[in-house]
């Protein structure tokens, strides 16, 4: 069965840590695997997508990996910020094109 | 570039009614699909529709239903509404179905059922 699942459910941490969210997937035939974030009552913004055949993408302060044969991937932000504080989501695109979601991990950042 | 737009924002429903939610794609985009969001079961997809044509389905009642106009613009709706049908409706768009794009969401829709 395709799973996604994210630990922990919740992380608070101290503003200016570094800190990784995890997303495990259980079927290494992915096409692609997708990190949102979202605000409280608002919609997913897009953060990253990493292609199958990709080991990582970067985008500011923001940094995913892929490890396809161990089913992960990782978020790493770097110096965090208040403004941080939102729920974070994967999702991973199988080769048979299911979008299946993790359930997300709440970050709070304490300024 | 405009993005996904959904509309109505909020709407307030009674059991028993039925409600019609709208979403406009990204232009260029075909592919449109809309999930279901509430605190206790998380983000679950309802449906996705491509050039008119119902693609792929979730695993909801037949209460709810959804069609692709020819210019995508997307509508689903929910007849006999129930108190669990409360949550945040989100719909997102792509351009095909290579799934190779970053997947685009809307703000959403909040539908509360008293």
């Known amino acids: 069965k395709q799973e996604v699942t994210q630990i922990p459910a919740a992380l608070s941490v101290p503003e200016g840590e570094n800190l990784v969210l995890n997303c495990s997937f259980t079927?290494?035939?992915?096409?692609?695997l997708q990190w949102f974030r979202q605000d409280p009552g608002k919609g997913l913004t897009s953060l990253l997508l990493i292609q199958s055949s990709q080991r990582e993408q970067t985008s500011g302060r923001l940094n995913a990996s892929l490890d396809k044969s161990s089913g992960r991937s990782t978020l790493y932000i770097a110096a965090s910020q208040p403004g941080d504080s939102a729920t974070y989501l994967c999702?991973?695109?199988?080769?048979?094109?299911?979008?299946?979601w993790g359930a997300g991990t709440k970050l709070i950042i304490k300024p | 570039k405009a993005g996904v737009t959904q509309t109505p924002r909020y709407l307030i429903k009674t059991r028993g009614q039925q409600v019609t939610l709208s979403c406009s794609p990204i232009?260029?985009?075909?592919?449109v699909s809309w999930y279901q969001q509430t605190p206790g079961q998380g983000l679950q997809f309802l449906f996705e529709y491509f050039s008119e044509t119902q693609r792929n389905k979730g695993n909801f009642p037949g209460r709810f239903s959804g069609r692709q106009f020819s210019n995508s613009r997307s509508e689903m709706n929910v007849s006999t509404l129930e108190l669990g049908d409360s949550a945040l409706y989100l719909c997102a768009s792509l351009p095909d179905l290579s799934g190779a794009n970053v997947l685009t969401f809307g703000a959403g829709s909040r539908l509360t059922v008293l």
């Open positions: 079927d290494s035939a992915i096409y692609n």
């Open positions: 999702a991973v695109r199988y080769s048979n094109y299911q979008l299946i």
């Open positions: 232009s260029g985009h075909r592919s």
